[in-house]
């Protein structure tokens, strides 16, 4: 499975970006999609996730800021991020793999694409 992110770059605080990623490859191998971000001197954190039936997941610090959705008929996952904080700052990775009984795991992962909050 190949995954090509786009739509990161410079955002004022509390402003908006919505980042896209594509699937390809072997998709029948992916049920879940999802995005990481990690800002220098941080671990790697899960933004959000989505399953193919469309149940969704998200991490505490984006929790009512960030939407995930996804098309499955374009193998497409976005991520529209609003009021955006500078501390959202980070290289956000998208991500797929297989979930099952309440579990994801990520095998999948595409180029980061850069996303900076900041006046």
């Known amino acids: 499975v190949q995954l090509q992110a786009s739509g990161g770059g410079l955002v004022q605080p509390g402003g908006s970006l919505r980042l896209s990623c594509t699937a390809s490859?072997?998709?029948?191998?992916?049920?879940?999609m999802g995005w990481y971000r990690q800002a220098p001197g941080k671990q790697r954190e899960l933004v959000a996730g989505?399953?193919?039936?469309?149940?969704?997941n998200y991490g505490d610090s984006v929790k009512g800021r960030f939407t995930i959705s996804r098309d499955n008929a374009k193998n497409m996952v976005y991520l529209q991020m609003n009021s955006l904080k500078p501390e959202d700052t980070a290289v956000y990775y998208c991500?797929?793999?297989?979930?099952?009984?309440?579990?994801?795991?990520?095998?999948?992962w595409g180029q980061g694409t850069q996303v900076t909050v900041s006046s």
């Open positions: 989505i399953t193919n039936g469309g149940s969704t």
């Open positions: 991500a797929a793999g297989w979930a099952y009984a309440g579990r994801s795991e990520y095998d999948y």
């Open positions: 490859g072997s998709i029948f191998s992916i049920n879940v």
